[in-house]
């Protein structure tokens, strides 16, 4: 299938729900807010609040202080996290890093909210140094700061507790900042690591949004947007012809997604998620240290299943993998379905393209240091 050649694009293709076919029969809507029943007797919101439940037990916060949705994936998650930070500070500046998810600065241009991008490091992560400087030039504002937690092009993983440190060294007190934490891939992930770092709201964030379709793997894209409920407020209005208050992004909202969520995080558990989670960082080790020993520049953040390399220099090759790349780089995305077995297969083809492109060493492999660090570079000149 060509399917399964999309090494390039974090999506899991290892599910199966053939036994919840039977519901594709019924127009299942969840308009409106999942905890207040509303006139449209065709809807899954117990499920959604389940599947909601399951989160706010993995992120750490009791039922009766969070609010969320299914949403239809993580930019939605996105959208609504910064329209509740807006709405809380309207004349509050966003942070947010170079190199976070674009529906980030779409959300920002879409908002017309005030947007000051922040340098990163070679690995991807916020440069905390650079957003110091950025906050201490606008102390008179609150803050509004993007938490990428995993980002897309590298997958890097901003410090919480780092940027929390910067927030409070430049004197933003807690009532004078929000945090919306991107967690779309890894928000998933890093909770089943014993050595990774927390995404837990008894920290001072206020918001996080993960995919679903990505991970967990779905038919459809989907994902999980929480919140803590005392913000909800700024956004909820009451909508009387579906007797429910209009609190999402979204009006009519896809009622199979809680299904099929609260389906696969019932059916794999805890112990099933954490042994998918060590196994991709296992597989994303060995690609790394496979393309490293054929002579390709790499890199793998720690925690991280993204596995950065020179992007080919053959497009027929690029959209046969369905690589994702970002000027000199691009990058494989291990999910659940991944094998070593297809792992093996591309890189014999990409060696065999390299070997052909480079055999009379009139080309030379690119220079890719200022995109994965020095160390990761094994061109000519770094070798």
């Known amino acids: 299938m060509v399917a399964?050649?999309?090494?390039?694009?974090?999506?899991n293709l290892d599910f199966n729900y053939d036994a919840l076919g039977h519901l594709q029969q019924f127009s299942i809507n969840n308009a409106g807010d999942p905890f207040i029943a509303g006139n449209?007797?065709?809807?899954?919101?117990?499920?959604?609040?389940?599947?909601?439940?399951?989160?706010?037990?993995?992120?750490?916060?009791?039922?009766?202080?969070?609010?969320?949705y299914v949403t239809s994936g993580g930019t939605e998650g996105n959208l609504h996290g910064l329209l509740v930070g807006r709405e809380m500070f309207p004349d509050g500046i966003l942070y947010v890093s170079k190199?976070?998810?674009?529906?980030?600065?779409?959300?920002?241009?879409?908002?017309?909210?005030n947007c000051v991008k922040v340098e990163t490091l070679a690995s991807g992560v916020i440069d905390c140094r650079d957003l110091k400087d950025c906050l201490l030039k606008n102390k008179d504002k609150p803050a509004i700061i993007?938490?990428?937690?995993?980002?897309?092009?590298?997958?890097a993983i901003d410090d919480i507790d780092l940027v929390v440190q910067t927030l409070e060294e430049c004197g933003?007190?807690?009532?004078?900042?929000?945090?919306?934490?991107?967690?779309?891939?890894?928000?998933?992930?890093?909770?089943?690591?014993?050595?990774?770092p927390h995404i837990t709201f008894k920290k001072p964030i206020d918001s996080v949004c993960v995919s679903g379709h990505k991970f967990v793997g779905s038919p459809m894209p989907c994902g999980v947007q929480m919140v803590r409920i005392e913000h909800i407020n700024v956004l909820s209005r009451n909508v009387e012809y579906i007797a429910t208050m209009d609190t999402t992004?979204?009006?009519?909202?896809?009622?199979?997604?809680?299904?099929?969520?609260?389906?696969?995080?019932?059916?794999?558990?805890?112990?099933?998620?954490?042994k998918q989670v060590q196994n991709c960082l296992i597989i994303a080790s060995y690609l790394k240290d496979r393309l490293r020993g054929a002579g390709v520049s790499v890199m793998l953040?720690?925690?991280?299943?993204?596995?950065?390399?020179?992007?080919?220099?053959?497009?027929?090759?690029?959209?046969?993998?369905?690589?994702?790349?970002?000027?000199?780089?691009?990058?494989?995305?291990?999910?659940?379905?991944?094998?070593?077995k297809t792992l093996d297969t591309f890189l014999d083809e990409l060696v065999e393209k390299r070997s052909i492109r480079f055999k009379d060493g009139k080309n030379q492999p690119p220079c890719v240091a200022s995109d994965i660090g020095k160390e990761n570079c094994v061109c000519p000149l770094h070798i």
């Open 172 to 196: 933003f007190p807690r009532n004078r900042f929000y945090i919306h934490c991107d967690a779309a891939l890894f928000g998933l992930m890093l909770p089943f690591l014993d050595r990774a």
């Open 99 to 113: 190199e976070a998810h674009y529906s980030v600065f779409k959300a920002a241009r879409m908002y017309r909210m």
């Open 4 to 11: 399964s050649r999309a090494v390039g694009y974090p999506v």
């Open 40 to 68: 449209y007797g065709v809807h899954s919101r117990d499920f959604e609040v389940g599947v909601l439940d399951w989160f706010a037990r993995l992120w750490e916060i009791k039922k009766d202080e969070y609010w969320g």
């Open 249 to 274: 992004i979204m009006g009519s909202r896809n009622g199979l997604a809680p299904v099929y969520l609260w389906y696969a995080l019932n059916r794999k558990g805890y112990n099933g998620l954490k």
């Open 301 to 340: 953040n720690e925690l991280s299943s993204t596995v950065v390399f020179e992007r080919p220099q053959d497009e027929e090759f690029i959209r046969y993998w369905q690589l994702s790349c970002q000027e000199n780089i691009a990058h494989i995305v291990v999910m659940p379905n991944m094998t070593k």
């Open 146 to 155: 993007n938490i990428s937690i995993g980002t897309t092009v590298k997958g």
